[in-house]
């Protein structure tokens, strides 16, 4: 459960905030103006930093809690500009298209690719089998889980296909947090949008039913993950 003592504002005003930012494509000044139509309110700079220190902890406990996934992942990488640079955002779907796991990244090599394989394993478990592009960074990075994998149990290994078509649902998917991130003119650091990016994808977790709260708002789903 998230400590909301201290706040000058009450909890549900904070998760709304976060929520609104993370789920619609507006920019924080487009969020104060919303935020005082409905009577509140609180400047573009505080709104941010609820994102930033709110959004992690959220996308913490929502991957405790997600519903369980297919063992058959696809894994990609898009582009997210932070500071005027490009960085790197990896991210991995099962064969349904269920969100498993995401990590933004400064590199795009294999020591990028093993650090994700090793978070999205953590979350999720061993996967049967990983579908990714032909990029060769990728593939090193799963050929050193393997490695890893047979030196801790010396039995399941991941089974690896480079077939581009079959990864056509993880790009597709990137086309939902790109929408979203496009308003948001750039992010001013790497912290801020790593927050961001965590929130964006519990929403996107949230539409695409990955928590069996089938029945409940989108908002009510995202304040209930919050505790």
């Known amino acids: 459960?998230?400590?909301f003592k201290g706040n000058q504002y009450p909890k549900g005003v904070i998760l709304y905030a976060v929520?609104?930012?993370v789920r619609y494509a507006v920019s924080y000044r487009d969020l104060e103006e919303i935020m005082e139509e409905r009577g509140v309110e609180v400047d573009h700079a505080t709104l941010n930093r609820w994102v930033v220190k709110y959004s992690p902890i959220i996308a913490s406990q929502a991957q405790r809690q997600k519903s369980r996934t297919n063992s058959s992942w696809r894994m990609d990488e898009t582009y997210i500009k932070v500071k005027g640079n490009w960085t790197y955002y990896y991210r991995a779907v099962d064969k349904n298209g269920k969100t498993l796991d995401f990590m933004l990244s400064a590199q795009r090599d294999a020591k990028a690719a093993r650090r994700f394989f090793k978070q999205a394993i953590n979350t999720?478990?061993?996967p049967d089998k990983?579908?990714?592009d032909k990029s060769g960074a990728n593939l090193?990075?799963?050929l050193w889980t393997n490695v890893m994998l047979k030196f801790a149990n010396g039995s399941k290994l991941i089974k690896i296909l480079q077939v581009k078509y079959l990864n056509n649902i993880v790009e597709q998917d990137h086309r939902f947090i790109k929408k979203l991130t496009r308003p948001m003119m750039g992010f001013k650091s790497f912290r801020s949008a790593s927050a961001t990016l965590q929130g964006i994808e519990?929403?996107?977790m949230i539409r695409k039913r990955q928590f069996g709260r089938t029945t409940q708002l989108?908002?009510?789903q995202f304040a209930e993950l919050a505790g």
Do not use: D, P, S
Request: charged share 0%; net charge neutral; glycine share 4%.
């Open 202 to 204: 519990i929403a996107h």
């Open 124 to 126: 999720n478990n061993v």
């Open 140 to 142: 090193a990075g799963l």
């Open 1 to 3: 459960m998230i400590n």
């Open 218 to 220: 989108a908002f009510q």
């Open 130 to 132: 990983v579908v990714i």
């Open 19 to 21: 929520f609104f930012y």
